[in-house]
């Protein structure tokens, strides 16, 4: 079995929790989102389309962003998304659950 530059699949909630992240750091567009993740992550992350834009839209329908339309840098039309005060919250809750949830999986791997 030879290794492969596949990206690895997300645990459940992951996603959300990681443009949440994101965004924390001010608002952006849905392209620089999965660039950002994909170069903080030293390119093992890589978040197609596919998965961003439905993630963007559960996060609207939550409450934890808002978008407003807006010019990119290339000076074409973006929608731009920002963390709201119930974004913040749910991130801290997230972050929390996900440090239990590697921490039990780590118990695991190290049990003999």
Avoid: C
Wanted: aromatic fraction near 6%; avoid cysteine.
């Amino acid at each position: 079995m030879g290794i492969t530059n596949q990206p690895p699949d997300l645990l459940p909630g992951t996603l959300d929790m990681l443009i949440l992240r994101t965004l924390g750091r001010g608002s952006l567009h849905g392209y620089a989102i999965a660039e950002r993740i994909r170069l903080v992550s030293d390119e093992v992350l890589v978040v197609g389309e596919s998965s961003l834009y439905p993630a963007l839209q559960r996060l609207l329908v939550n409450g934890w962003v808002t978008a407003e339309w807006g010019a990119s840098d290339n000076n074409r039309r973006a929608r731009y998304y920002t963390l709201t005060a119930a974004g913040r919250k749910r991130l801290t809750s997230e972050r929390k659950e996900f440090q239990r949830l590697i921490g039990a999986i780590q118990q695991v791997l190290d049990s003999a």
